[in-house]
């Protein structure tokens, strides 16, 4: 086999592999979930100033949250650090599952023997 056919076959696996890692990236949470009620929760650790009046300022209804656990989109595991980490979000237990929205745009998915699954983003913007 010639030098350029074995690096035509390189190429496309290369090109494969980055399809594929770029369709799971981009994959939207398939999801059509309708929480009935929703619960804000503020975690008793030590808050700086900033923080808690982000908390306290920090407001969703339950179609808001709704909307948002619905569109919310695929994360990677190592994006989760580029996130502010607020003590606050909302949370909706919806067949079993609890989804926790934090301020912040970052989405927790806990299963019901309470391990985390996923993290997801949504849109603060919406």
């Known amino acids: 086999m010639n030098f350029n056919k074995k690096m035509f076959r390189v190429a496309l696996a290369i090109g494969t592999v980055l399809v594929v890692f770029a369709a799971v990236y981009a994959t939207v949470f398939e999801g059509s979930?309708?929480?009935?009620?929703?619960?804000?929760?503020v975690e008793n650790q030590k808050q700086d100033e900033i923080s808690s009046q982000f908390c306290s300022e920090f407001q969703m209804s339950v179609a808001e949250f709704n909307s948002k656990l619905?569109?919310?989109k695929g994360l990677w595991s190592f994006e989760v650090h580029d996130y502010d980490w607020f003590p606050c979000y909302y949370k909706a237990t919806i067949s079993g599952k609890e989804y926790r929205l934090r301020l912040g745009g970052l989405v927790e998915i806990w299963s019901p023997n309470g391990e985390l699954e996923k993290y997801l983003h949504w849109n603060e913007g919406k």
């Open 33 to 41: 979930f309708d929480a009935a009620s929703i619960e804000k929760v």
């Open 70 to 72: 619905n569109d919310a």
